[in-house]
């Protein structure tokens, strides 16, 4: 499965701009979906996913409320809309597909099989 990210860019705080992840997977519906980001020198964290199963979305506590994800699988493309940037949002994110996600290793990156090249966000205040 070839992941590729687009959307990022430079953007002021308080700002929005929306990612978007394309899978070349046949089985595209079958792969729960996450976002994850690494800001210059921290390490790799989660930003939100979607559960394949039964269309559940988890967001991390710094970007609930301002972030959504959403996917459209006829496009084989999931999405994520961040509104209200900050920041301490500036990061490369990462779009990564799994497909034996559950509710309790969703938010863990090493549960994901598949990974994009990353797109860079820059939130300048």
């Known amino acids: 499965v070839q992941l590729q990210a687009s959307g990022g860019g430079l953007v002021q705080a308080g700002g929005s701009l929306a990612l978007s992840c394309t899978a070349s997977?046949?089985?595209?519906?079958?792969?729960?979906m996450g976002w994850f980001r690494q800001a210059p020198g921290k390490e790799r964290e989660f930003v939100a996913a979607y559960k394949s199963s039964n269309g559940a979305t988890y967001y991390a506590d710094s970007v609930k409320g301002r972030f959504t994800v959403s996917r459209d699988n006829a496009k084989k493309t999931v999405y994520l809309r961040m509104n209200n940037l900050k920041p301490e949002d500036t990061a490369v994110y990462y779009c990564a597909a799994g497909s034996r996600l559950i509710s309790s290793t969703i938010r863990s990156e090493y549960a994901y099989d598949y990974w994009g090249q990353g797109t860079l966000v820059t939130v300048s205040s």
């Open positions: 997977a046949h089985t595209f519906s079958r792969y729960s």
